[in-house]
């Protein structure tokens, strides 16, 4: 720099220099005498880092990309290392190039400070001073000042309040450096280490079975880290969080056997179902049928399997799974039995029988203790008893009882439920005449259905929301809803959900803008088995309207009586039965 200051003193010329901030520190008054103006360059913000990771991967997962976001934080050359590696299919590996870059800075610490730091990055990012005190009580390092060095060198940045009590809460400075360090333990220390810090956590008390279930399976525990993956997965499903459920659950189940197995494999299919996974849920209720677990979770895995098989329309088999579990747990509790009796509520209620399905949800209501942990079954057999009040016409009744249904299972943190009697809601008003009302809670059905991960909830929102628009006659926004809601059935499988967004479509076909090619295809369509009984009678009578085979007195009285309530075809149903008869 002083060669070139010489050499060019009489020119005009401009100096740019890169370098770290440790540079500083090794060459502190090469700058002095030239008055340098200094620019720090600040890692880049979460929307410019995933503008950059789009730019590259336009098309790929919203998870993949704001995964390397989070590891690279704001580090452009990390961040062209990570979608290099993701790009060849290796995106939980650390790229070497990166690996190097921080095995440099950690190779450079003082021996017992690079050693404590090995040892935290087994906790994962946050750690606690006491936790690897307890990790290297058996090697000569002063836990404490090695802590003390990679606090002055910004390696670990300590937290202003710590999750333990009592003992200092610490995180590495950057996701990738932490890899890296962890990357640099051997395989045998690594799992010593895991058992070690599951061992510290226990003795803790306050221990995350989530975490505790992973560092158990890491140290090589199969039977702890079992156990710890079905109460974390019970609890996030409990939560609501079932995405998070199904992962830990199926963590589980590579190793449970008996019991365990049975267990998790009823959370996995609880899961499932939530998720709109419903053949991955049938294969699990099997898999947990085939361990022979206890009476109780019997009757648990038969209401599962059942409900299930009603969503994806297949009612005789739902039916007979529900035989076969009170059949093979004859020695189950009465709580357990009253799960199995609530799915039977909810099948007689979808197979066109409301009388049953009243008289099942009403046995439970009288014989379930009003207990927290009977919340659940007692929150579905209200919900089946307002659907039953709904279908027989009691429909004052059926208002009350879904908006209890929404309000509980929202303040018990069941949304799962209250979004699903959130819809029901919403037909109820619209049957009553309060389009507005039934239009924002069906809105806000479908719109918390996407976020919470509920596909089946955000469709039959969807499809409800068709019948609103088309009393408006809006049968543009009609048919976008009929065709959204068609979709997510096609894509869970769901036969009834499907078959009503045809039979919508057969509706817009018929009432709509006239089309002479579209509506006897879309009424022959929507003529499906899995639709139920007063929409396929519609249907079917709505198509002997587009044939010509109905005086034109009784056609405009069809239409009149499908326009005035299209989400309540009780008028239009007996209609068209008479009709059809004739």
Not at 277 to 304: C, I, K, N
Request: hydrophobic share 50%; net charge negative.
């Amino acid at each position: 720099v002083d060669v070139l200051g010489v050499a060019l003193e009489r020119l005009p010329f401009a100096l740019v220099a890169f370098g770290r901030p440790s540079a500083r520190e090794r060459f502190p008054a090469i700058w002095d005498a030239r008055r340098p103006a200094r620019f720090e360059l600040k890692p880049l913000g979460d929307e410019a880092a995933t503008r950059l990771v789009r730019h590259v991967m336009d098309e790929a997962p919203d998870a993949l990309v704001a995964s390397i976001v989070e590891r690279a934080q704001g580090n452009p050359l990390f961040i062209e290392e990570l979608v290099r590696a993701a790009a060849q299919g290796d995106a939980a590996e650390l790229p070497l190039a990166i690996h190097a870059a921080f095995q440099v800075r950690i190779d450079a610490l003082p021996a017992p400070a690079r050693r404590t730091l090995l040892a935290a990055s087994v906790a994962g990012r946050v750690l606690w001073s006491d936790a690897l005190s307890a990790l290297l009580a058996d090697e000569r390092v002063d836990v404490e000042q090695s802590l003390e060095a990679l606090l002055q060198s910004e390696t670990l940045l300590e937290r202003p309040r710590s999750r333990f009590a009592g003992t200092r809460e610490l995180v590495f400075r950057h996701a990738l450096l932490r890899d890296a360090a962890y990357a640099m333990l051997p395989d045998e220390e690594r799992a010593a280490l895991h058992g070690a810090l599951a061992g510290w956590l226990k003795a803790r008390g306050r221990a995350d079975a989530a975490e505790l279930a992973h560092h158990l399976e890491e140290a090589g525990d199969t039977h702890g880290a079992t156990l710890a993956y079905m109460r974390a997965s019970a609890r996030s499903l409990r939560e609501g969080a079932a995405g998070l459920a199904r992962e830990q659950a199926e963590r589980g189940l590579r190793w449970a056997e008996g019991p365990a197995r049975a267990a998790l494999a009823e959370i996995a299919a609880g899961a499932c179902h939530r998720l709109g996974l419903y053949e991955e849920g049938l294969a699990h209720s099997s898999e947990g049928l085939a361990a022979r677990p206890a009476p109780d979770v019997t009757l648990r895995l038969a209401a599962d399997r059942a409900l299930t098989l009603r969503r994806l329309g297949r009612l005789e088999e739902a039916e007979a799974a529900i035989a076969a579990g009170l059949e093979q747990a004859r020695g189950a509790s009465a709580a357990a039995r009253a799960v199995l009796r609530v799915e039977r509520a909810w099948t007689h209620y979808n197979a066109g029988r409301p009388e049953p399905a009243l008289q099942d949800a009403r046995a439970v209501l009288a014989s379930t203790p009003d207990a927290p942990e009977l919340a659940s079954v007692r929150l579905g057999a209200r919900h089946a008893e307002a659907r039953a009040l709904h279908d027989l016409g009691r429909l004052e009744e059926a208002l009350e009882a879904h908006r209890e249904v929404v309000e509980s299972a929202t303040e018990l943190g069941h949304r799962w439920r209250g979004e699903g009697a959130r819809h029901g809601l919403g037909l109820v008003l619209l049957a009553l005449g309060r389009d507005e009302e039934a239009a924002r809670e069906l809105e806000r059905a479908r719109a918390n259905g996407r976020e919470l991960g509920l596909p089946s909830t955000a469709g039959y929102a969807a499809l409800f929301l068709g019948f609103v628009h088309a009393r408006a006659d809006r049968w543009e926004a009609c048919a976008e809803a009929a065709r959204e809601a068609a979709a997510l059935g096609e894509e869970l499988g769901a036969a009834p959900l499907l078959a009503g967004a045809r039979v919508l479509l057969g509706v817009v076909a018929a009432l709509g803008p006239r089309d002479p090619e579209a509506p006897l295809a879309a009424l022959e369509e929507a003529d499906d088995d899995a639709a139920p009984l007063s929409w396929r009678r519609a249907a079917r009578a709505l198509e002997l309207r587009e044939r010509g085979a109905l005086a034109e007195r009784e056609a405009e009285a069809l239409r009149a009586a499908i326009a005035r309530a299209p989400g309540d075809l009780r008028e239009a149903d007996a209609l068209a039965l008479r009709l059809l008869e004739r």
